[in-house]
């Protein structure tokens, strides 16, 4: 019985290396091909040897080769290859995102500021001088109204027409209409008419 499982026991372990290989070595799945190769080639020389060996070699490749790759799988992210491909994984939210004005908008929430643009739901909001892309928590809200910040849904403000009573924080900082101001008043040139 030992005799007829060697050869078979060989192919069996080539095709256990070369499952082995195929996670360490990038070849486009020729190596995985040849396992299954060799792994097929040691079911059909077992059962050329007897049915016994031949079924004993079948049940040893349905359990022993996906253990082994399983194991190999798990094992390949701890190697120096695993390490070089596979990203580490940040400890904080602060590593992934750049240090930018973009990524701390949490800290507006609570902040009241005006709308810019109506939002019809989505608008510009005029906060702290700056302004921002936000969209209203459902309902519409007209341009020059003041709101409050409730949430931040991917990078845009969610807000709410504020309270009465409530002024815009940082008031007096660029709220005022500018279409009502009057042309004479920003200090225009009068044209040149090019014609004369």
């Known amino acids: ?39 097929v080639a040691s079911i059909v020389v077992a059962y050329t040897e007897s049915l016994v060996a031949g079924t004993v070699m079948l049940l040893v490749s349905f359990f022993v080769v996906p253990i082994v790759a399983a194991a190999a799988v798990r094992w390949w992210p ?19 995102l750049p240090d ?20 019809l739901p989505s608008g510009d909001v005029l906060i702290e001088g700056r302004v921002y892309d936000s969209i209203s928590s ?13 949430a931040v849904d991917t990078q845009r403000l969610v807000v709410r027409p504020a309270g ?11 709220t005022e209409n500018v279409l009502s101001t009057p042309i004479d008043s920003l200090g225009i040139e009068p044209f040149d008419n090019p014609l004369a």
């Open 164 to 174: 009465e009573g409530e002024a815009a924080d940082g008031a007096g900082s660029g």
């Open 1 to 39: 019985m030992m005799d007829a499982l060697l050869w078979p026991g060989v192919l069996l372990l080539v095709a256990i290396v070369l499952i082995v290989l195929e996670v360490f070595i990038p070849s486009g799945g020729m190596l995985s091909v040849l396992a299954a190769v060799a792994a």
């Open 100 to 119: 930018t004005e973009e990524y701390h908008r949490n800290r507006l929430i609570g902040k009241r500021g005006v709308t810019k643009t109506a939002m």
């Open 78 to 96: 701890h190697t120096p290859m695993g390490k070089l491909i596979l990203a580490k994984r940040p400890a904080s939210e602060d590593e992934v």
């Open 138 to 150: 459902g309902m519409p809200i007209d341009a020059g109204r003041i709101v409050k910040v409730v």
